[in-house]
């Protein structure tokens, strides 16, 4: 069935940028979807992506799509304390109702 | 802005128990989800609605079940709570895109219910 896949952890400097990767085998995909988990809360949509983009900016947040290696990142540049959560990816496609997730990266924010 | 509120943030109860997780959206959204999120595990799928009375099982329906009365409230229902139940509980809700087959776009969250069963 597909899947979609995350590092479990990610540690930078505060300051730095972060690059969240995530990978899915779902080819039908149509919209890839960025979520932020902060500690004891639900989870919040930050961005998302058409399938036919290859990029989308908003801000802080820059998200590359490679449709052919089927990879999505997640960069935040000027990493802050405020950034600390669990970043999850999640996808769907045309062909049902749910959005398939991966495990979630906990971004942690070295001073 | 979407609302989805749950019953509670944190509930314990006892092995054995029937516990009810009570979820409610204020945007008329036709798709509910229950899951359960444990630390590396992501989030699991318990069960969803795409419509008032109608329900499908997610990826671990085992030990639960839901009811769907009304478009705005999903409820889960631990029929006889066990300690492998201690969980985050996260309710979301989505509108459908397009017509048919509908397809599922962007879910909005609860804050979730950490229930622990002791």
């Known amino acids: 069935g597909e899947d979609v896949e995350q590092s479990l952890f990610l540690s930078v400097r505060e300051g730095d940028s972060s690059v969240i990767n995530c990978t899915y085998t779902?080819?039908?995909?149509?919209?890839l979807y960025w979520y932020k988990q902060e500690p004891g809360a639900g989870l919040q949509l930050l961005t998302y992506?058409?399938?036919n983009m290859d990029m989308k900016q908003d801000q802080r947040l820059t998200v590359l799509l490679n449709k052919k290696d089927k990879h999505l990142s997640l960069r935040i540049a000027d990493t802050q304390t405020g950034d600390s959560a669990i970043y999850f990816c999640?996808?769907?496609?045309?062909?049902?109702?749910?959005?398939?997730w991966g495990a979630g990266t906990k971004l942690i924010i070295k001073p | 802005d979407v609302k989805v509120t749950q019953s509670s943030r944190y509930l314990v109860k006892r092995t054995g128990e029937k516990v009810f997780l009570e979820c409610v959206q204020d945007?008329?959204?036709?798709?509910m989800f229950w899951y359960r999120q444990d630390p590396g595990l992501g989030l699991r799928l318990i069960y969803f609605?795409?419509?008032?009375?109608?329900?499908e099982k997610g990826d671990i329906p085992e030990g639960y079940s839901v009811s769907r009365e009304k478009k705005e409230r999903f409820s889960l229902i631990l029929e006889s709570a066990s300690t492998n139940q201690t969980s985050m509980y996260l309710c979301?809700?989505?509108?459908?895109?397009?017509?048919?087959?509908?397809?599922?776009?962007?879910?909005?969250f609860g804050p979730g219910t950490r229930l622990t069963v002791t």
């Open positions: 979301a809700s989505s509108p459908i895109q397009g017509s048919w087959p509908p397809r599922s776009s962007e879910q909005y």
């Open positions: 992506i058409f399938s």
């Open positions: 999640a996808e769907s496609s045309d062909s049902n109702y749910q959005l398939i």
């Open positions: 945007m008329d959204h036709e798709n």
């Open positions: 779902d080819s039908s995909s149509t919209y």
């Open positions: 609605s795409y419509d008032v009375k109608m329900k």
